[in-house]
């Protein structure tokens, strides 16, 4: 079956340079979430979207903004990065649409490391 | 609002001894309760859920977990772990009326199964 592909897997980045995450949920899937997982932390909850509209909004710094797009795949965008922003950057799908309670579904994540 | 609470942020235990994994958690209004499992440098995968019903819930891998709701609790328990089960376990709710919702996490427990 097919899963949530997120690329790049791995990324490397400066100080105050910017980034661009993607995320490419189940098919029919039509709900994104982002999460960020710091080294050593638990995932924590930035962002989400709902049929290309944001549905909520978590710990996201302003420096960073996400959209959906008409595939529904997502991107997050990330402006002056800083060296706390190394971390597992998760997204999650999920179909919305769905009686009941779905599950979401993680994809292997990027791991972005800023020097 | 929810917040979980995982009581222990590691688990040493032997091949094939018993393990529980404790959770509690708090909120205001209902939730979903979810166990997810994350191998080394890997994303997350869903143990197993309790949504409704029954509450002695099997997941995969011979996991299993108890819903307590006088106790606020979903612990994961497993009769016999293996090697394989080394990981980092997450326990997550979401909010029951908000279907869709974000994961809130908790701090995540370690297992270390030792030969």
């Known amino acids: 079956a097919a899963g949530v592909i997120q690329s790049p897997r791995h990324l490397i980045k400066e100080k105050r340079e910017t980034a661009t995450l993607k995320c490419y949920p189940i098919p029919r899937h039509d709900t994104v979430y982002w999460y960020q997982q710091g080294p050593g932390q638990d995932p924590q909850f930035l962002i989400s979207f709902y049929e290309k509209m944001q549905s909520d909004k978590g710990s996201i710094p302003d420096r960073f903004s996400a959209q959906q797009f008409s595939d529904y795949h997502s991107e997050l965008n990330m402006s002056s990065l800083e060296l706390g922003d190394s971390a597992l950057y998760f997204c999650a799908s999920f179909k919305g649409s769905s009686r009941g309670m779905e599950t979401q579904y993680f994809g292997p994540g990027t791991r972005l490391l800023v020097l | 609002a929810q917040s979980v609470t995982q009581l222990d942020s590691q688990v040493p235990v032997f091949e094939e001894a018993p393990v529980e994994l404790r959770c509690n958690y708090s909120?205001?209004?209902?939730?979903?309760l979810f166990w997810y499992v994350q191998y080394p440098n890997q994303g997350l995968q869903l143990l197993l859920k309790y949504l409704s019903g029954s509450t002695l819930v099997k997941g995969i891998n011979g996991f299993e977990a108890e819903f307590n709701k006088s106790q606020t609790s979903f612990h994961l328990r497993k009769p016999s772990v293996h090697i394989s089960d080394t990981a980092e376990y997450f326990c997550?709710?979401?909010?029951?009326?908000?279907?869709?919702?974000?994961?809130?996490f908790g701090q995540g427990t370690e297992l270390s199964v030792k030969p």
């Open positions: 909120s205001s209004v209902s939730v979903y």
């Open positions: 997550a709710v979401s909010d029951r009326y908000n279907q869709g919702g974000k994961l809130i």
